[in-house]
């Protein structure tokens, strides 16, 4: 089970604001479950990564984003706390690893980067082994050759880039990035489909040009609740109290960050909405979010009563959780 | 706070069955802190070690231990869980470590081998910067420059080496290493006092010589609780259930396995044995267990009522916990 | 360009004997180009693995190999240093890789296993991402979802794997070994020709299955030689001269020790003999040494003049060299 | 043995220019024997480090540097390459270590920092062992407690930090910088002196403070030649044909960019010149570079017969060179 933040805000942030001082972030609830909000659920360090743009376009410097990856604990990493104090950036991609599947290596570090676009996962799709092969054989020689690891996650990714027109564009069109997510999860449901398999497959899948985010929380079931996945705006995102204690703050009207994770970051959870089960959100570059139903035959439409009924429990066996209906508890 | 396990058998153990394979070995309980008996503790991997003796004496291959350290975290290190299922060894330390202090390198993974001798910790000395300087000080060059790493617990090796009339003798009378180990804790409260140091020091060390192992359960106080251990003896510890359930077995009469770990390793609570509060307990050659108290002004004599009364905040506070009076609480 | 070893002895090895000590050992060539007998190739150190079999057999611990591998240079490996000093085997594989193909990951270093066989290659096959595709199609699932790396050699080996009428069977018939290695050269010289690659590819593979050794020279050409493939057999390897020179003697008749080596891994060169071009070498069981050509469109009899007339220019750019013209100078 | 470079410029280089993309960085002639302008010595990956400061002053970032080390072969880190492409900085230096001493361990990487200040080391100090005691109690508490590793150099580091009167200064004023650094290396020598240690000590330092710097080309020997040091100035660096070819252009009058390095990293080698045997360099902050005798009682004067008589064999046998004679026979 995974962890993954967001950040895109129309100023730059400073890393470590994000990652390594908040005694929330993703980083430090993986060193301590005592910092968890929900600490029912384990979560491990089998490897790290964080993507980021630059804040200050350079033509010298292109504008793909940079990635830095760590097989090591990201709490105990040197090169990563130095890092990140040192960038600044108004997108971010970062993510903790647990090795539900693939090896543990920096090939399989989530985000990974192809051209302009990054992508990252939280979740596993069931019996990948099983549909591994057909779906390589759908993928364009470049694309193929690309992969370099061995996880469902960046074989998703792989799909998502032949589903597009020009993987190596500059610039993609909100539209064409929803488009392309909305191909892959329908590609993998029907792999999924022909192979026979039953289980339901976790899919929140995120992926971003550097101005348009698009991400998924979603899972291939009617019954089932999708792992879980939260967004929040706001003004500045802050320490409020010494000792790492942040907190997103709405000073103005205007909404400069919108943060999505796989969990609530800081203790206020009424900063914190969720996002719907099987819905797409986007970020789009003028920092809109929209949250937009992914319809297909494991659709369950708010106003239907199975769409509270969702169970939580497959997401908990498989480590993640369906916060929903247990945020009410919350301190 | 660490984790750490010691194991002698009158015959060899497969190093899986205490390492990797059972639910609730140290390994598997970083992992997921839902496979934990208290799962109140944060555990985590910064670092691992184990160390082991032959189990068939070989004079080209000599009589030192071997020892696999690493900084990636043991349950996922395809290294430790090949060479656990080919090794065998009557006589095993492990170490799972938590960067209370040190930086994470290998310098820094408990155990250590001298000669023949092998060292680990599960505790921390208070404020060892201020006591460090004068500690060296009292090393012989040979020993101060066999010092590799910058952690308490390896210079307190260091000082328990310089205790020892040769340190790379073949053979250790149980009584020198005892003597030596009550030397080492001695001359670290003398040190604290000198500098001023309140803090009571954690000092849960181990000694072994391949056949006498010397534990300790220790805190430089009279009204804390030290880190916890536990002892259990059996003559077979074997898997009785699938999915790693393990316990020790009183097939027979004799004792031919004695386990020393910081916390309970199987379920059967009833099979682990407390050390008590400022005892050493000393494994003789011939696997006889004895509890000798460490008598000194944090000394408190069990019929003495504030023995029990000792408070369990200090340790649970740096991350440990006395499980003492909570065990009865234990399912 | 990469460096392996092989040796297969009646009796165990300390691994320290072929792979720390010997100043001309792979793992030391690679450390200090001063130290190697033809310094003109760079030799680097992107990663080691060393794979052996028990010395006794033991029917807790199974008769597979145990295999470890390093991302971190061999010769500043401390686990690996401690390790070759307690361990003994009759038979090993030992690699020292650099990247030419794959990224640097455990996954991808060299030896692998696979129930009780070992492979590992030195060489490449030509634009494998042309023929990648192809090749896993051929592959049955379990042995395509075995795969965990991304090079061409792991490839190789699972191409093998599907040759075999049984992978996981305990023991092979040398003969058996034998026809899956030469159908695998096979498949994949005519994967290459399907898909109209001209350059030669590059195939020095090597498995066991603990008793049975088959290693093959082999390049797909008709005018290129290929990497270059030594061979020394005696009664004893052993230390003549301090600082680690090594020497193999035949104090008997008998010959207890067999070793394959990419290039010659003592000073004596009269030690070596050179495995001819196109050619598979089999140690049997009972430790004799075959040589049987490999019979293909790119075989030429030693009788052809052209023969001995194949350029060592395609070779010696990929950074492999064909030692055979230039041992005659050899000091 | 070591390589270092230094880049001091008006403008920021952006770091894969110096680091990844050059066929003669350091970081490529390790890799690969061959690219090497002085082939003779062998050099290898036992670590790596790269500091910066930024190009911009950003007052949440601070003015101090950031560092990114490695223990794994520099070539063939995935981090460095993605980082080196996005980053750019007016003060680079930038070291491959050879583990001549302490172990192979981040903590172990140059360059290290300490508030502004940066420093490396290409060298070793005799016997350090012999007088490391004594060198550690003359340091404050805090600097004493701030060295994590187990290297002469770190320590060299600590020592100079000791002779600052404030090593946590904003600003250094660069003859404050130099003359800590002679009284650094006048208390090493006083301590060799009192051990009694003969063999010389190789002390090529360089600090900076982000504006001055101060490098030393320094041996404790009358008759020896230093391990090599050189520079080179122009007004570009920049490649003139495909390959990684480099070149440093003197396109106008001014001077933009000021280099250090170990040995030469392009073929021109009338673009470097020699630093000479027993001297400091300083490059001012406004990019003035001055070369001063550091007399003491190893100083032989250049007027002095005997300063072109210094023999070279020493460095070369520890690993390094001194290229004075020899660089006339270069190709």
Chains 1, 2, 3, 4 share one sequence.
Not at 51 to 67: F, R, T
Not at 233 to 261: C, L, P, Q, V, W
């Amino acid at each position: 089970m995974c962890r993954f933040v967001i950040y895109k805000g129309t100023k730059p942030v400073q890393l470590s604001h994000l990652l390594t001082r908040p005694c929330h972030s993703i980083i430090n609830q993986a060193f301590d479950s005592r910092l968890r909000l929900d600490r029912r659920r384990p979560i491990n360090g089998d490897g790290f990564g964080v993507g980021w743009y630059d804040s200050v376009y350079d033509e010298e410097l292109g504008s793909q984003p940079c990635i830095f990856t760590s097989v090591t604990p990201a709490w105990n990493n040197v090169n990563l706390v130095r890092l990140a104090e040192k960038i600044k950036s108004p997108m971010v991609f970062a993510h903790v690893r647990a090795t539900t599947a693939g090896t543990l290596s920096l090939d399989n570090c989530h985000p990974w980067s192809y051209g302009k676009l990054m992508f990252m996962h939280n979740g596993g799709i069931a019996e990948f082994g099983k549909i591994k092969r057909k779906l390589i054989a759908s993928l364009p020689d470049e694309i193929f050759n690309w992969v370099s690891g061995n996880t469902d996650s960046q074989w998703a990714f792989a799909l998502l880039l032949s589903k597009l027109p020009n993987p190596e564009a500059k610039r993609f069109n909100p539209a064409v990035l929803q488009r392309a997510m909305q191909e892959t999860i329908a590609h993998i449901n029907a792999l999924s489909e022909e192979y026979g398999i039953t289980e339901p497959s976790l899919m929140n899948f995120c992926v971003t040009d550097g101005e348009t985010v698009v991400a998924t929380r979603y899972i291939s079931s009617r019954t089932d609740e999708a792992a879980s996945l939260w967004f929040s705006s706001g003004s500045t995102f802050s320490e409020y109290a010494e000792g790492g204690h942040y907190k997103m703050s709405k000073t103005d009207k205007r909404e400069n960050i919108i943060m999505i994770a796989s969990e609530p970051l800081t203790f206020e959870k009424a900063d914190w909405m969720e996002i719907r089960t099987n819905h797409m959100v986007v970020i789009t570059p003028k920092m809109n979010l929209l949250q937009i139903p992914i319809v297909d035959k494991f659709y369950v439409a708010a106003s239907d009563p199975a769409a509270s009924s969702r169970g939580t429990e497959f997401a908990a066996a498989k480590g993640f959780l369906s916060p929903r209906r247990d945020s009410v508890h919350a301190h």
